[in-house]
């Protein structure tokens, strides 16, 4: 049944001013929710594992928080040059990891 949907497919080059009942939409709309995705990875967890890691990047060397935070505390870039990176990068990549693990496992966050 499938293979005989794929041989008839065809592509549609005008269209019909035709309305789609909104039941027809609503059921377009579940099948793709219910639709399986590679090795069970659902999209909103790739978008919050890329939101969570990406957060580091709020914290570079030349980002207003950082350069009113040393101009408080009184270090220099060269100073706080360790700090920064274990907060831009290290914390950022560990959780990225962290997050991609639980969801292999399937827990949810």
């Known amino acids: ?27 377009i709309l579940e ?4 639709a399986p995705s590679a090795h069970n990875y659902q999209p909103w967890i790739l978008h919050r594992i890329a939101s969570v890691s990406s957060g580091g990047l709020d914290t570079l060397p030349h980002n207003g928080a950082v350069l009113t935070l040393l101009a408080v505390t009184g270090l220099t870039h060269k100073d ?14 560990i959780t990225g990891l962290i997050l991609v693990l639980l969801s292999t496992v399937g827990l949810n966050f």
């Open 1 to 27: 049944m499938i293979f005989e949907e794929i041989v008839k497919r065809h592509s549609v080059r005008t269209y019909s001013q035709k309305t789609v009942e909104d039941e027809k939409i609503r059921e």
């Open 31 to 34: 099948a793709g929710r219910l």
């Open 80 to 93: 706080s040059y360790k700090d920064i990176f274990v907060v831009s990068v290290v914390i950022p990549v």
